[in-house]
Protein backbone atom coordinates (compact mmCIF):
# COMPACT_ATOMS: atom_id res chain seq x y z
CA UNK A 1 0.00 0.00 0.00
CA UNK A 2 1.07 3.49 -1.25
CA UNK A 3 -0.10 5.46 2.00
CA UNK A 4 0.51 9.47 2.29
CA UNK A 5 -0.13 10.80 5.32
CA UNK A 6 -0.10 14.93 5.29
CA UNK A 7 1.60 17.12 7.77
CA UNK A 8 0.64 20.06 9.10
CA UNK A 9 1.72 22.81 11.47
CA UNK A 10 0.54 21.39 15.03
CA UNK A 11 -0.37 18.07 13.62
CA UNK A 12 0.74 15.88 16.69
CA UNK A 13 -0.34 12.37 15.59
CA UNK A 14 1.15 12.14 11.85
CA UNK A 15 3.98 9.77 12.71
CA UNK A 16 1.32 7.75 15.07
CA UNK A 17 -1.02 7.52 12.56
CA UNK A 18 2.13 6.55 10.28
CA UNK A 19 3.57 4.11 12.46
CA UNK A 20 0.08 2.12 12.25
CA UNK A 21 -0.20 2.39 8.57
CA UNK A 22 3.36 1.02 8.74
CA UNK A 23 2.56 -1.99 11.10
CA UNK A 24 -0.55 -2.97 9.77
CA UNK A 25 0.42 -2.93 5.58
CA UNK A 26 4.34 -3.36 6.02
CA UNK A 27 5.27 -0.45 3.89
CA UNK A 28 5.85 3.07 5.25
CA UNK A 29 4.23 5.83 3.86
CA UNK A 30 5.07 9.25 2.55
CA UNK A 31 4.78 12.22 5.26
CA UNK A 32 3.32 15.03 2.75
CA UNK A 33 4.03 18.33 4.51
CA UNK A 34 0.85 21.16 3.87
CA UNK A 35 2.56 23.41 1.25
CA UNK A 36 2.78 20.76 -0.92
CA UNK A 37 0.84 20.52 -4.14
CA UNK A 38 0.84 17.11 -4.75
CA UNK A 39 0.40 13.76 -3.62
CA UNK A 40 3.08 11.28 -4.39
CA UNK A 41 1.95 9.40 -7.82
CA UNK A 42 -0.37 6.45 -7.21
CA UNK A 43 -1.05 6.78 -3.77
CA UNK A 44 -3.97 4.93 -2.44
CA UNK A 45 -4.57 6.42 1.11
CA UNK A 46 -4.82 9.43 2.24
CA UNK A 47 -4.42 10.09 5.63
CA UNK A 48 -4.91 13.30 7.68
CA UNK A 49 -4.06 13.06 11.15
CA UNK A 50 -5.07 14.40 14.53
CA UNK A 51 -3.65 17.77 16.14
CA UNK A 52 -3.96 21.31 16.32
CA UNK A 53 -3.19 22.60 12.92
CA UNK A 54 -2.34 26.07 13.54
CA UNK A 55 -3.18 26.12 16.62
CA UNK A 56 -7.04 25.66 15.86
CA UNK A 57 -6.97 29.70 14.47
CA UNK A 58 -10.56 30.62 13.34
CA UNK A 59 -12.18 27.42 13.83
CA UNK A 60 -10.72 23.82 14.05
CA UNK A 61 -9.13 22.53 10.74
CA UNK A 62 -10.05 25.78 9.03
CA UNK A 63 -6.61 26.91 7.76
CA UNK A 64 -5.69 23.67 6.99
CA UNK A 65 -8.65 22.79 4.49
CA UNK A 66 -7.48 25.87 2.47
CA UNK A 67 -3.15 24.70 2.49
CA UNK A 68 -2.03 24.25 -0.69
CA UNK A 69 -2.23 20.23 -0.16
CA UNK A 70 -5.60 20.08 0.24
CA UNK A 71 -6.31 20.58 -4.11
CA UNK A 72 -4.41 17.47 -4.49
CA UNK A 73 -6.19 15.75 -1.95
CA UNK A 74 -10.14 16.65 -3.37
CA UNK A 75 -8.98 15.61 -6.42
CA UNK A 76 -7.76 11.70 -5.61
CA UNK A 77 -10.98 11.70 -3.30
CA UNK A 78 -13.12 12.55 -6.67
CA UNK A 79 -10.77 9.45 -7.97
CA UNK A 80 -12.20 7.55 -5.57
CA UNK A 81 -8.77 6.90 -3.67
CA UNK A 82 -9.33 6.36 0.11
CA UNK A 83 -8.90 9.42 2.69
CA UNK A 84 -9.46 9.12 6.22
CA UNK A 85 -9.43 12.06 8.78
CA UNK A 86 -8.97 11.35 12.26
CA UNK A 87 -9.88 14.07 14.94
CA UNK A 88 -8.52 17.26 13.93
CA UNK A 89 -8.38 15.47 10.10
CA UNK A 90 -12.33 15.02 10.07
CA UNK A 91 -12.17 18.22 11.17
CA UNK A 92 -10.16 19.45 8.59
CA UNK A 93 -12.12 17.30 6.08
CA UNK A 94 -15.23 19.20 6.93
CA UNK A 95 -13.79 22.77 6.74
CA UNK A 96 -12.77 21.46 3.12
CA UNK A 97 -15.87 20.62 1.91
CA UNK A 98 -15.27 16.84 1.55
CA UNK A 99 -17.58 15.30 4.16
CA UNK A 100 -20.80 17.32 5.41
CA UNK A 101 -21.53 19.82 8.35
CA UNK A 102 -19.23 20.94 11.14
CA UNK A 103 -17.62 20.19 14.25
CA UNK A 104 -17.82 22.70 17.43
CA UNK A 105 -17.35 22.74 20.73
CA UNK A 106 -18.16 19.96 22.74
CA UNK A 107 -21.67 20.39 25.16
CA UNK A 108 -19.90 19.79 28.26
CA UNK A 109 -16.70 22.14 27.27
CA UNK A 110 -14.59 19.85 28.69
CA UNK A 111 -12.09 18.00 26.75
CA UNK A 112 -12.67 14.64 26.37
CA UNK A 113 -9.60 12.34 26.62
CA UNK A 114 -10.19 8.65 27.53
CA UNK A 115 -11.17 5.67 26.14
CA UNK A 116 -15.00 5.48 24.80
CA UNK A 117 -17.08 2.84 22.92
CA UNK A 118 -17.98 2.86 19.68
CA UNK A 119 -20.72 1.02 17.75
CA UNK A 120 -19.76 -0.02 14.19
CA UNK A 121 -22.65 1.68 11.89
CA UNK A 122 -23.88 -0.10 8.64
CA UNK A 123 -21.14 1.52 6.48
CA UNK A 124 -20.62 -0.30 3.74
CA UNK A 125 -17.43 1.16 3.02
CA UNK A 126 -13.54 -0.44 3.05
CA UNK A 127 -12.84 1.57 6.46
CA UNK A 128 -15.39 -0.87 8.01
CA UNK A 129 -14.91 -3.99 6.30
CA UNK A 130 -13.03 -5.33 8.96
CA UNK A 131 -15.86 -4.73 11.28
CA UNK A 132 -19.57 -6.20 12.11
CA UNK A 133 -22.01 -4.11 11.80
CA UNK A 134 -23.55 -3.59 15.44
CA UNK A 135 -20.40 -4.48 17.06
CA UNK A 136 -18.76 -2.70 20.11
CA UNK A 137 -15.22 -1.42 19.69
CA UNK A 138 -12.81 0.56 22.08
CA UNK A 139 -10.60 3.61 21.32
CA UNK A 140 -9.68 6.64 22.81
CA UNK A 141 -10.99 10.23 21.91
CA UNK A 142 -8.69 13.42 22.88
CA UNK A 143 -10.78 16.43 21.22
CA UNK A 144 -12.64 19.59 22.70
CA UNK A 145 -14.44 20.01 19.49
CA UNK A 146 -15.87 16.89 18.61
CA UNK A 147 -19.44 18.09 18.63
CA UNK A 148 -21.05 16.81 15.47
CA UNK A 149 -24.06 19.20 13.92
CA UNK A 150 -25.91 19.06 10.74
CA UNK A 151 -29.16 19.65 9.75
CA UNK A 152 -31.45 17.34 10.17
CA UNK A 153 -32.23 16.58 6.06
CA UNK A 154 -28.15 16.02 6.26
CA UNK A 155 -28.53 13.93 9.42
CA UNK A 156 -31.60 12.13 8.14
CA UNK A 157 -29.87 11.38 4.54
CA UNK A 158 -26.20 10.09 5.92
CA UNK A 159 -28.12 7.75 7.99
CA UNK A 160 -30.33 6.49 5.45
CA UNK A 161 -27.74 6.07 3.18
CA UNK A 162 -25.79 4.06 5.49
CA UNK A 163 -22.67 6.75 6.29
CA UNK A 164 -22.53 6.82 9.56
CA UNK A 165 -19.31 4.55 10.54
CA UNK A 166 -18.99 4.49 14.12
CA UNK A 167 -21.45 6.22 16.59
CA UNK A 168 -20.75 6.66 20.09
CA UNK A 169 -22.55 4.02 22.46
CA UNK A 170 -22.88 6.89 25.27
CA UNK A 171 -23.11 10.00 25.06
CA UNK A 172 -19.47 12.04 24.84
CA UNK A 173 -19.34 15.49 23.31
CA UNK A 174 -23.41 15.83 22.42
CA UNK A 175 -22.60 15.25 19.02
CA UNK A 176 -25.63 14.26 17.05
CA UNK A 177 -27.55 11.53 16.82
CA UNK A 178 -24.32 10.22 18.56
CA UNK A 179 -22.25 10.45 15.61
CA UNK A 180 -18.61 9.25 15.99
CA UNK A 181 -17.66 9.18 12.29
CA UNK A 182 -19.30 9.07 9.16
CA UNK A 183 -18.29 8.85 4.94
CA UNK A 184 -19.11 10.59 1.94
CA UNK A 185 -21.74 9.42 -0.32
CA UNK A 186 -18.92 7.17 -2.22
CA UNK A 187 -17.89 5.79 0.82
CA UNK A 188 -13.82 6.33 -0.03
CA UNK A 189 -13.49 9.31 2.51
CA UNK A 190 -14.42 8.49 6.20
CA UNK A 191 -14.00 11.38 8.93
CA UNK A 192 -13.91 10.11 12.40
CA UNK A 193 -12.88 12.32 16.00
CA UNK A 194 -11.63 8.64 17.76
CA UNK A 195 -8.57 7.43 16.97
CA UNK A 196 -8.29 4.00 16.09
CA UNK A 197 -4.33 4.44 15.29
CA UNK A 198 -4.05 4.29 19.15
CA UNK A 199 -4.91 0.91 19.31
CA UNK A 200 -3.08 -1.00 17.11
CA UNK A 201 -1.35 -3.57 19.51
CA UNK A 202 -1.72 -5.37 22.72
CA UNK A 203 0.75 -2.52 24.14
CA UNK A 204 -1.88 0.18 23.44
CA UNK A 205 -3.92 -1.44 25.59
CA UNK A 206 -6.47 -3.11 22.65
CA UNK A 207 -5.92 -3.87 19.15
CA UNK A 208 -9.51 -1.94 17.85
CA UNK A 209 -8.39 -0.08 15.49
CA UNK A 210 -6.31 -2.39 14.08
CA UNK A 211 -9.12 -3.71 12.09
CA UNK A 212 -10.22 -0.37 10.44
CA UNK A 213 -6.52 -0.30 9.02
CA UNK A 214 -6.37 -4.09 7.65
CA UNK A 215 -10.08 -3.57 6.21
CA UNK A 216 -8.65 -0.82 4.02
CA UNK A 217 -5.27 -2.79 3.05
CA UNK A 218 -7.55 -5.27 1.86
CA UNK A 219 -9.71 -3.29 -0.07
CA UNK A 220 -7.04 -1.83 -1.79
CA UNK A 221 -4.48 -4.83 -2.19
CA UNK B 1 -11.58 50.64 2.83
CA UNK B 2 -12.03 49.37 6.08
CA UNK B 3 -14.64 46.05 7.22
CA UNK B 4 -16.20 44.69 9.69
CA UNK B 5 -17.47 41.40 9.48
CA UNK B 6 -19.52 40.03 12.34
CA UNK B 7 -19.86 36.09 12.09
CA UNK B 8 -22.70 34.46 14.30
CA UNK B 9 -23.51 31.06 14.88
CA UNK B 10 -26.99 30.00 13.22
CA UNK B 11 -30.20 29.97 15.24
CA UNK B 12 -30.35 26.72 16.89
CA UNK B 13 -26.74 25.30 16.90
CA UNK B 14 -25.41 24.94 20.36
CA UNK B 15 -23.17 27.42 21.99
CA UNK B 16 -21.69 26.13 24.90
CA UNK B 17 -19.35 28.72 25.07
CA UNK B 18 -22.56 31.61 25.61
CA UNK B 19 -24.11 29.04 27.95
CA UNK B 20 -20.60 29.51 30.07
CA UNK B 21 -20.44 33.21 29.56
CA UNK B 22 -24.66 33.19 30.05
CA UNK B 23 -23.94 31.32 33.78
CA UNK B 24 -20.94 33.56 34.74
CA UNK B 25 -23.15 36.73 34.23
CA UNK B 26 -25.76 34.99 36.65
CA UNK B 27 -22.83 34.44 39.33
CA UNK B 28 -22.00 37.61 38.86
CA UNK B 29 -24.96 38.96 40.36
CA UNK B 30 -26.99 39.81 36.92
CA UNK B 31 -30.23 38.67 36.96
CA UNK B 32 -32.67 38.54 33.97
CA UNK B 33 -30.18 37.53 31.19
CA UNK B 34 -31.62 34.83 28.91
CA UNK B 35 -29.30 34.10 26.33
CA UNK B 36 -25.69 35.07 25.82
CA UNK B 37 -24.86 33.63 21.79
CA UNK B 38 -20.95 34.55 21.59
CA UNK B 39 -19.66 35.30 17.56
CA UNK B 40 -16.40 36.67 16.01
CA UNK B 41 -15.80 39.77 14.29
CA UNK B 42 -13.05 40.44 11.83
CA UNK B 43 -11.77 43.98 10.94
CA UNK B 44 -9.94 44.00 7.72
CA UNK B 45 -8.65 46.43 5.53
CA UNK B 46 -8.94 45.98 1.87
CA UNK B 47 -8.48 47.87 -1.32
CA UNK B 48 -10.49 50.98 -2.93
CA UNK B 49 -12.56 49.53 -4.66
CA UNK B 50 -12.87 45.65 -4.06
CA UNK B 51 -15.66 44.00 -5.20
CA UNK B 52 -18.94 42.81 -2.89
CA UNK B 53 -18.61 39.85 -4.38
CA UNK B 54 -15.13 39.54 -3.65
CA UNK B 55 -16.30 40.17 0.53
CA UNK B 56 -18.73 37.73 0.11
CA UNK B 57 -16.66 34.95 -1.08
CA UNK B 58 -14.18 35.78 1.35
CA UNK B 59 -16.69 35.04 3.93
CA UNK B 60 -17.82 32.19 2.28
CA UNK B 61 -15.11 30.27 1.44
CA UNK B 62 -12.98 31.35 4.85
CA UNK B 63 -14.38 33.66 7.13
CA UNK B 64 -17.55 31.74 8.19
CA UNK B 65 -18.08 28.17 8.16
CA UNK B 66 -22.00 28.61 6.64
CA UNK B 67 -23.30 24.90 7.56
CA UNK B 68 -22.60 26.42 11.38
CA UNK B 69 -22.50 30.41 10.99
CA UNK B 70 -23.97 33.33 9.59
CA UNK B 71 -22.05 36.66 8.67
CA UNK B 72 -22.79 40.45 7.93
CA UNK B 73 -20.42 43.11 6.20
CA UNK B 74 -20.28 46.35 7.68
CA UNK B 75 -18.20 49.03 5.88
CA UNK B 76 -16.90 51.80 8.41
CA UNK B 77 -17.77 55.41 7.50
Known amino acids: MKAAVLVFPGSNCDRDLATAIRDVTGSTPQMVWHADSELPAGVDLVAVPGGFSYGDYLRCGAISARAPIMGAVKEAAERGVPVLGVCNGFQILTEAGLLPGALIRNAGLDFVCRDVALTVGESRSAFTSGYTPGETIAVPVAHHDGNYVADAETLDRLEGDGRVAFRYAADVNGSARAIAGITNERGNVLGMMPHPERRIEAAHGGTDGRRLFEGLLAAVA | ?77
Open chain 2, 1 to 77: MKLRIVVTLKPGVLDPQGKAIEHALGGLGFDGVESVRAGKIFELEVAEGTSDAAIDDMCRRLLANTVIENYRVERAA
